[in-house]
């Protein structure tokens, strides 16, 4: 009886089957839309690349504790930042190694309407933002206006954020076009992801005081 019913049952299905199946399923689709799917990877890199290093956002300022020039926004960034000054929007005027730039040393020596500060600061940005929010602490400052060049912008805002707890507007720096972003964009890019992806926390403490 047992073997008459075993030998009626239906036969079992072998499990493992599929498998080499569905790898040349999705090796054979690889291969007929891999130029579609490169396109696309590389279009949407692009779409972001231009967002944040060609046309990046920025903020709309009313009024701020201070104005913060950074190191990479040259003669454009100065004359942004007293644009603030002079119409009232920003308290106080801070210029990331001001002294190694001839307009900025002037301001630095005191010819400027409102409180200048012109500290050091490292090369290296995640140790510089670093250092700009070991300042904006020590100031109690709770909104900073950041000049930025435009390939830079993103950049700076991430990672200063990260180390202060106040609220960071973003400007252009004055005179900086998109054209001469767009050829920094893809070195940009690389460590802007880099920042935001493998380096997500402020600098250590220590390494704010060797700046």
Excluded: I
Excluded at 48 to 54: D, E, T
Excluded at 66 to 76: S, T
Excluded at 141 to 157: K, T, Y
């Amino acid at each position: 009886m047992a073997r008459a019913a075993a030998e009626s049952a239906p036969p079992k299905k072998r499990r493992g089957r599929k498998g080499p199946a569905l790898a040349a399923a999705c090796k054979a689709w690889w291969r007929r839309h891999r130029r579609a799917v490169a396109v696309a990877v590389a279009l949407v890199g692009l779409g972001f690349s231009v967002r944040l290093f060609v046309l990046p956002p920025t903020d709309v300022v009313a009024r701020a504790d201070a104005v913060v020039v950074m190191p990479d926004a040259g003669e454009g960034g100065l004359s942004t930042a007293l644009g603030l000054v002079n119409a009232q929007q920003a308290a106080a005027l801070v210029v990331l190694g001001g002294a190694e730039d001839p307009a900025a040393q002037r301001l630095c020596a005191g010819e400027a309407p409102v409180s200048v500060l012109c500290p050091p600061v490292p090369a290296d940005a995640r140790l510089r933002a670093a250092a700009v929010g070991a300042l904006l602490a020590e100031q109690r400052w709770a909104q900073v206006v950041l000049v930025s060049s435009r390939v830079h912008a993103s950049r700076d805002a991430l990672l200063v954020g990260r180390c202060t707890d106040a609220v960071v507007l973003r400007r252009l720096a004055d005179g900086d076009g998109p054209a001469a972003a767009a050829v920094g964009a893809p070195a940009e890019l690389a460590r802007y992801l880099q920042a935001l992806f493998f380096r997500q926390q402020c600098a250590p403490a220590a390494a704010q005081v060797g700046g």
